[in-house]
Nanobody, 117 residues
Framework: QVQLVESGGGLVQPGGSLRLSCAAS????????MGWYRRAPGKQRELLAT???????NYADSVKGRFTLSRDNAKNTVALQMNSLKPEDTAVYYC???????????WGQGTQVTVSS
């Protein structure tokens, strides 16, 4: 079992920045592709960004150019840097891990991000 613990959410004004972090409790962190999702009130869960072991990233169009996903394999962490935040970015953000071979997946508990003036 892999535990994912998110941190860094909060309230920010439009145009501001936040950095979300996710720490994974596994000795096999390198075997996991990592990602961030979000769920806004009344909307479906949305995939925002993914990162493979070698650092290859993919982003949803809604966040491309504003969000940056990175990982530190030595510390078993990923970070989502969010810039130029908009009110429509308000959601609960979830860290996700998927084992590259078994496809087993794990979720964090979620962290609230609110963008409002």
């Amino acid at each position: 079992q892999v535990q994912l613990v998110e941190s860094g959410g909060g309230l920010v004004q439009p145009g501001g920045s936040l950095r979300l972090s996710c720490a994974a409790s596994t000795d096999l962190f390198r075997a996991y592709d990592m990602g961030w999702y979000r769920r806004a009130p009344g909307k479906q869960r949305e995939l925002l960004a993914t990162i493979t072991n070698d650092g290859t990233t993919n982003y949803a169009d809604s966040v491309k150019g504003r969000f940056t996903l990175s990982r530190d394999n030595a510390k078993n962490t990923v970070a989502l840097q969010m810039n130029s935040l908009k009110p429509e970015d308000t959601a609960v953000y979830y860290c996700h891990a998927e084992h590259r071979y078994s496809r087993l997946e794990w979720w964090g508990q979620g962290t609230q991000v609110t963008v409002s003036s």
